[in-house]
């Protein structure tokens, strides 16, 4: 098997004993996971998220049928487009509508306890709070020891403090802002480019994991001289300390036999900022270097936010923001919406749809990339203008290598917002049984898609 | 309610809460709109600060911002070094991205990419031509390790990084991985390098490390060691890590005695570096890194004098002003009337003023028919407290309320309906018509009432803070009242808010809280007020203030480590 090579060529690269202590921690990565690998083995299976601000107009979005071949309202309707793979993008999309977070008396925090109730499956006691980890992070703990990364993290309007994934209170995953920092460092230097002939290790990559071990020994001498604050903030670090070893590792095996694995093109220059074109436009470059990141099983979880919750998205030449729009804009009367502040729901949903078209764009196994993928796409409220909480827009869009039916409409009936995010734990494989607290305790997967 | 620990990420507009306010008010008033005019009553009392009762509040690990990251760099590894920007967020909180700094923590991805800064720097400090100005040895053999060589290098990069002397621990493994290093990539230099990365991405080169320990001329408390108070010291009045001989000062234990200290700071209130510290600390508190962040953007067509090289001079142009104006030891309440600056001729374009220099930076006084005086009428204020789109009176104001009063301006309510404010298309056509179109409405005229007078006094400064008569065909009313006192324009608004009694106090308290990077405790509060005396006695002179913080017992003692607080859901 290939992977014995690759440790034997270790041994002969590297200069002598002094800097074989790495090896040894091959063994223990491989023998978990060489063998989901290699080839003709079943492919990974990839979760990520994806985020638009201040929702939608219920009575434009929800479609009325359930079940397969449901209708498309108009705000859905980017959902309509064709695949280059064969079929539509809504062959691949389930769309949650009814679902709730339920605030058990709590203040509707605007935006922000939509947000943490959907991502969390509880709700923050006091604003601007994180209650619990987002569902990436969950999924990334159990799943992210795998990948050279972790999770990747990506922020479409420019803002390098805003970004939805969060282990903690106080530890947030920071977002790449800008296309080219996100290809730099995947698929710089560090990456192994499958193509590339005879994989040889760069013999760094081993005096690396001598340096961290060098800083987990300060770890007791400085633990001892802080209180139980920073005792917390150390074990992240140390933790941090532990996954980039992790990284390492993986960097030390070798490219994955992986078919579809591509080094990604780079990416023009970035043009970075809140203008409705700019976002879009980033959202792309992003969706597609992380295409590329997942088909070389550099990462299984990712992030993208393409708004914030408090959507400060615009068009050029106008004074007003998104989110300002959907409180100040009257309801017309005619129609019966705020057509400018719903223009942002359109180009949000053609941006989501940007993402799906481009998962399936790279060809793997018998079908897509996206076939192997769960994404969820979800926004903080339901209609903005007044915070809503009830209903908030859920969908997933790929096949799960085949674990859940993509395409079917899910009436909730306010049913809590956190059956969703239980059921896609489930189906990466987590073993949970429920999830939230209160009345967003979920205990009942979504049987309507999975398979 | 308390938000010490909100994430800076989740929050839109930044909010810092004074601690003051909420233990004078009972709990059903927290958050009641017109709070802010109880903490208005509260600043008036006075004591002498040598009798005040302090309990300082604890200490924690303090993160090094992005500036003092790439500032202690280039102090320690040459100023040829360029540091990756965007290594991880700092955090803000309270309003400080100093009270951000005692949370943050380092997650995978961060770690990853200070691993990967460290891998760079240590590179180039370490290239072939500045290696030897650094190393300060010549090993044996440049293809093999050499302990001699490395140690005594090693221990000297390791004090000034970890801003100590290191352990004999923590100095063998550096050398270790030195040698190691040497051997397996057959060169000295890259030994060092890794080593050099060993102490780049260590927790405690990462973390300012605040200790307490027993104070021996007062055994009820405890102080910050000699060496803690080191770098509490550097960083609050450099922005950097501490130099050799402050080093060595607080080896020597002369950060732990009074008359030492006292000598070590009129050294380092003296140096050219205050005026780094100056700017640190009022970028901080003005959220500037805003400028940097490319985030105050406005719209190309709106606003075609906006460029982002313009408004990063802005910014410049209001740093340079505070910083010559405190530097003269003037009286910080005239930075808020002072018809004195800088321009360059790209921000004359903005001002509309003719600019005689032909390139880079001159002094400049504002001419008395300009309309312009004070900080308040500069592009920087107005164009960062501003839309995208448009001039934003109640963003203004609550900055003024907010972070040069320490006032609070409570949220608005959930269930707003803004569609009267903000249709600029309809009758209401300057902005003054359309806030006082919503004053009629019980929920949202509380706190416009604190905010919008300012802020519309503001109004003839656009988006990008360029002059304006009217908005929409309409002349702009700049009139208004700061608590009681009139006025008819910005420059009046600069007036009277200089001569407002919480100006000063709040620049106390905000001085302070980024002194200890966490909001003041109850027992401060008396040190607080004296300081507040005595900045107001000495002709409110920046440097008596610095004096008497880092002097005092607020400053330089502390109840112990901070212990976890329980944050967020029951769970």
Redesign the interface.
């Known amino acids: 098997m290939k992977r014995f090579d690759r440790r034997t060529l270790l041994r002969g690269t590297l200069a002598g004993g002094a800097v074989a202590m790495g090896v040894p921690l091959l063994d223990c990565f491989l023998n978990d996971n060489g063998s989901a690998l290699a080839q003709g083995a079943p492919l990974p299976l990839r979760f990520g998220a994806w985020m638009w601000g201040c929702g939608m107009n219920p009575d434009r979005w929800n479609p009325q049928n359930v079940g397969v071949d449901y209708d498309l309202p108009i705000e859905l309707r980017a959902l309509d487009r064709e695949l280059s793979s064969g079929g539509k993008v809504r062959d691949y999309v389930s769309v949650f509508s009814g679902f709730d977070v339920k605030l058990d008396g709590r203040p509707n925090f605007p935006h922000t306890a939509g947000l943490m109730g959907t991502l969390t499956a509880n709700l923050p006691v006091e604003d601007y709070t994180v209650p619990a980890p987002t569902l990436d992070t969950i999924i990334a703990a159990e799943v992210g020891g795998l990948t050279r990364f972790r999770s990747l993290e990506m922020s479409c309007t420019g803002n390098p403090n805003q970004a939805y994934s969060f282990e903690s209170q106080g530890v947030a995953n920071a977002p790449e802002i800008s296309p080219t920092a996100l290809y730099t460092r995947v698929f710089g230097p560090d990456f192994a480019d499958p193509n590339a002939g005879p994989f040889l290790p760069e013999p760094r990559l081993m005096l690396r994991q001598s340096v961290l071990s060098a800083v987990k020994e300060d770890r007791e001498r400085l633990l001892q001289r802080v209180g139980t604050h920073d005792r917390q903030r150390l074990d992240q670090y140390f933790t941090s300390v532990r996954q980039l070893e992790q990284q390492i590792d993986v960097l030390l095996a070798g490219p994955p036999d992986l078919e579809s694995c591509r080094k990604a093109p780079a990416p023009g220059a970035d043009d970075l900022g809140t203008e409705i074109g700019q976002a879009t436009k980033t959202n792309q470059l992003m969706a597609e270097l992380v295409s590329f990141a997942l088909a070389c099983d550099q990462t299984r979880v990712f992030s993208i936010m393409f708004s914030d919750r408090i959507s400060n998205l615009r068009q050029a030449g106008s004074s007003s923001l998104h989110h300002q729009l959907t409180h100040d804009e009257p309801l017309d009367p005619e129609i019966g919406y705020q057509p400018e502040a719903s223009e942002f729901i359109l180009v949000s949903m053609e941006a989501w749809a940007d993402v799906i078209e481009r998962l399936a764009a790279i060809p793997e196994g018998d079908g897509t990339l996206l076939d192997n993928c769960l994404v969820l796409g979800h926004s903080d409220v339901s209609f903005a203008k007044v915070h809503g909480i009830t209903g908030v827009p859920m969908m997933i869009a790929g096949g799960a290598s085949g674990a859940i039916k993509p395409g079917v409409h899910v009436a909730g009936a306010t049913a809590p917002t956190s059956r969703v995010g239980l059921t896609i734990q489930q189906v990466m494989g987590l073993t949970v049984e429920s999830w939230g607290t209160r009345s967003m305790e979920a205990r009942q997967p979504i049987s309507e898609i999975l398979v | 309610?308390s938000?010490a620990?909100?994430?800076?990420?989740?929050?839109?507009l930044h909010v810092p809460r004074s601690s003051l306010l909420s233990q004078l008010l009972p709990p059903s008033f927290r958050g009641a709109c017109f709070a802010a005019l109880v903490a208005l009553v509260a600043a008036g009392c006075t004591s002498s600060s040598s009798s005040v009762e302090v309990e300082a509040g604890?200490v924690?690990?303090r993160r090094l911002t992005a500036e003092q990251y790439e500032r202690s760099i280039h102090d320690v590894l040459g100023s040829h070094v360029t540091v990756p920007s965007?290594i991880?967020?700092d955090?803000?909180r309270d309003g400080l991205l100093a009270v951000g700094s005692t949370?943050?923590?380092?997650?995978?991805?961060?770690?990853?990419k200070y691993?990967a800064a460290a891998a760079t720097i240590a590179e180039q400090a370490l290239a072939a031509e500045h290696r030897d100005a650094l190393v300060q040895c010549q090993p044996t053999s440049l293809t093999g390790a050499d302990d001699a060589c490395a140690r005594p290098f090693l221990e000297r990069m390791g004090r000034q990084l970890f801003r100590r002397p290191l352990?004999s621990?923590?100095l063998e493994?550096?050398v270790?991985?030195a040698n190691?290093?040497a051997?397996?990539?057959?060169s000295f230099h890259g030994g060092l390098e890794?080593a050099l990365?060993?102490l780049l991405?260590?927790?405690?080169f990462?973390?300012r490390?605040e200790?307490a320990e027993d104070d021996t001329s007062n055994p009820s408390r405890q102080r910050l060691t000699s060496l803690s108070m080191a770098s509490r010291l550097s960083y609050l009045l450099w922005n950097t890590t501490p130099d050799d001989d402050l080093l060595a000062a607080a080896e020597r234990g002369d950060l732990v005695d009074d008359e030492a200290l006292a000598v070590e700071l009129e050294r380092l209130l003296a140096s050219p570096k205050l005026e780094t510290g100056l700017r640190a600390i009022f970028s901080d508190l003005y959220d500037f890194r805003q400028f940097d962040?490319?985030?105050v953007?406005k719209?190309?067509?709106?606003f075609p004098a906006y460029t982002q090289p313009m408004i990063e001079e802005a910014k410049e142009q209001t740093l340079r002003t505070i910083v010559a104006h405190l530097a003269q030891d003037l009286d910080y309440r005239e930075l808020f009337t002072t018809q004195e600056s800088f321009l360059t001729r790209r921000l004359g374009v903005v001002y509309q003023l003719p600019v005689p220099s032909p390139s880079g930076w001159a002094p400049y006084r504002f001419p008395d028919d300009s309309g312009r005086a004070g900080l308040l009428s500069h592009i920087s204020f107005n164009a960062l407290h501003a839309?995208?789109?448009?001039s934003s009176a109640t963003l203004r104001g609550n900055f003024v309320r907010e972070v040069l009063l320490c006032q609070e301006v409570p949220?608005p309510p959930?269930?707003?309906?803004?569609?009267i404010?903000?249709?600029?298309a309809g009758e209401l056509r300057t902005a003054r018509q359309r806030l006082e179109a919503h004053v009629s409405n019980e929920a949202c005229s509380g706190c416009h009432s604190l905010t919008d007078p300012i802020g519309l006094a503001l109004e003839n400064f656009d988006a990008i803070g360029m002059y304006r008569q009217e908005e929409n065909g309409a002349p702009i009313d700049s009139s208004g009242e700061l608590d009681g006192v009139p006025y008819s324009d910005a420059i009046g608004l600069g007036t009277a808010l200089s001569q407002h009694p919480s100006l000063g106090p709040c620049l106390v308290r905000n001085l302070y809280r980024y002194a200890v990077g966490r909001d003041a405790e109850r027992g401060e509060e008396a040190l607080l007020e004296a300081l507040g005396d005595r900045f107001a006695e000495s002709g409110y002179r920046i440097s008596e203030l610095l004096r008497d913080v880092l002097l005092s017992e607020g400053f330089r003692t502390t109840s112990?480590?901070?212990?976890?607080?329980a944050?967020?859901?029951?769970?």
């Open positions: 309610m938000n620990n909100v994430p800076s990420r989740l929050v839109g604890p924690a690990l965007r991880d967020p955090d803000r949370f943050a923590g380092v997650t995978p991805s961060g770690l990853e691993e352990t621990e923590e493994a550096r270790a991985i190691e290093s051997r397996g990539l057959a890794l990365v060993s991405v260590s927790p405690e990462l973390f490390v200790e962040d490319g985030l953007r719209d190309a067509a709106l839309h995208p789109g448009r949220a959930a269930n707003i309906d803004f569609s404010v903000e249709d600029t112990g480590p901070r212990e976890a607080d944050t967020g859901d029951e769970s």
